[in-house]
Structures are given as structure tokens and as C-alpha cells.
């Protein structure tokens, strides 16, 4: 999971996370070592997919304080990464952390995915979307789905326990044309447990009534 040449600046990466947040609240993981394996080694188990390794466009919608954006442009140097969140002050942060990382194959945007979903530099031009602790499957997924190229794939960071979730999730998948393609399920150390990313392949162009206004997909999920 882990490429053991780049441990070193993923661990500065940590350092200079937890200075920004301790400036503004971008985490609840406040130690090194919550951050390190909350954070930063579950963000990376992405890398276990060649489709990720492989992907020269990713964005991450709702990446917060930049996991997994910050991870995974530190380790895939070749792609480039944006991230999106509603929220301007952690923007602002992760611009920063990215800039003090000199991750210049970064960029972040400020705004809601309903309205970025609709603008034609974000609409259906990336090879993967990736997602992690946003909302729900049936909402996530209509957050998310927009961004991605037809033949390309939806990432979302789970929990093992999802079956009421992918069940709530069917209408949402038959709508956004998003084909459940994988369930990755992956380890975490000590006592972090196991977690998973699905995959959701997405098949086809969206109709434009996709995504719904800011606010909907959350009010009225796809179910
Ligand atoms: N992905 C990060 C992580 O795992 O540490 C942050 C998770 S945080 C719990 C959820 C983030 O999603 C928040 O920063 C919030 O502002 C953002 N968010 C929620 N709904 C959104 C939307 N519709 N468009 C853009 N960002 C959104």
C-alpha cells in the first residue's frame, strides 16, 4: 500500500497537515500517528488499483481538509489532481499545505458539486472521481458521477458494512448510470480495522437533469 521511498514526505505531508489544523478545524485526527494511518494510509489504499495508478485526471469531491487528494498527488506524480469543497476556509488550507508541499500537480476549487457538476471544464472530464466520509451512497453518488468520463470510475471510501446503503443506492445507480465494477476491502494497523472502496464504473453519458440544484441530492436522495 505504502511506497516505502516516499514515506519520508508523506510524513512531513502529516507534519504540515496538523499545523494547518491546528489553525483551523480540518480534522478530528490531531495526533501524528491518527493522522498518519487515519488519513494518510487509508487515502492510500488506492494505490492497490491499477486504474488509479494509471489515471492521469482525478478529483475529489468534498476533500476537505485533502484526504485523499494530499496522498495520492504526493504519490502519483504524473496525474493531475483537483480538489472541490463547498467550504472556502479549508480550500484556502489545503492550497496551502499543497503549495508548502510544492505538490504542484494540485489545484483546489471553492463551490458546491451540484454547480461544478454542470460546468462544462468539470463535466465529464476526469478518468476517476474519488470521495471519502461525504454522504451516503444514493447522494454521493449523484455528487460524484457528473465528473467522470464515461468508461471511467467513481472511488468511494467505505465502511465493510454497506449492504443497507448499496441497497438504498439502486435507483441512484440505475439513474447515473454508475455500475457497482468492485468492492476493494483493505486493512488498516492496530486496531483501525478493515475498511473498503467501492468501485462504480461509470457507463454512459448523463442525462442533464444531473445533478439536481445545490441542496437536493441531500433533501430528496435518488431512492
Ligand atoms: N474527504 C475529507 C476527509 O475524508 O477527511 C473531508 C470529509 S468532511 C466530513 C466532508 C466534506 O465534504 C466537508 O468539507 C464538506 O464541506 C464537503 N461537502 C459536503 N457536501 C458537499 C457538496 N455538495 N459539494 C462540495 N463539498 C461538499
Not at 20 to 48: H, M, P, Y
Not at 144 to 169: A, C
Request: net charge neutral; glycine share 8%; hydrophobic share 40%.
Amino acid at each position: 500500500m505504502l511506497p516505502s521511498d516516499l514515506e519520508p514526505r508523506l510524513r512531513t505531508l502529516v507534519t504540515v497537515f496538523l499545523a494547518e489544523n491546528a489553525k483551523i478545524n480540518l480534522s478530528a485526527f490531531r495526533t501524528e500517528e491518527q493522522c498518519w494511518i487515519g488519513n494518510v494510509l487509508d487515502s492510500l489504499a488506492a494505490l492497490d488499483l491499477p486504474q488509479v495508478t494509471s489515471a492521469t485526471k482525478i478529483l475529489d469531491v468534498g476533500t476537505g481538509g485533502g484526504f485523499p487528494l494530499l496522498p495520492l498527488a504526493l504519490t502519483l506524480p504524473r496525474a493531475q489532481l483537483t480538489g472541490l469543497d463547498s467550504v472556502q476556509k479549508k480550500v484556502e488550507a489545503v492550497g496551502r499545505i499543497a503549495y508548502e508541499m510544492q505538490l504542484t500537480n494540485v489545484r483546489v476549487v471553492a463551490g458546491r458539486a451540484e454547480e461544478y457538476g454542470h460546468n462544462p471544464e468539470y463535466r465529464e472530464q476526469f478518468d476517476i472521481v474519488t470521495s471519502r466520509a461525504v454522504a451516503e451512497l444514493n447522494v454521493l453518488l449523484e455528487y460524484t458521477s457528473p465528473f467522470v468520463k464515461p468508461g471511467g470510475i467513481v472511488l468511494l471510501w467505505k465502511s465493510m458494512n454497506m449492504e443497507q446503503e448499496l441497497r438504498d443506492s439502486l435507483l441512484a445507480r440505475a439513474e447515473l448510470s454508475c455500475h457497482l465494477t468492485g468492492q476493494h476491502p483493505y486493512e488498516l494497523p492496530g486496531d483501525w480495522g478493515k475498511r473498503q472502496l467501492l468501485i462504480f464504473t461509470k457507463a454512459g453519458k448523463l442525462s442533464d437533469k444531473y445533478p439536481r440544484d445545490v441542496g437536493v441530492p441531500g433533501k430528496k436522495p435518488l431512492k
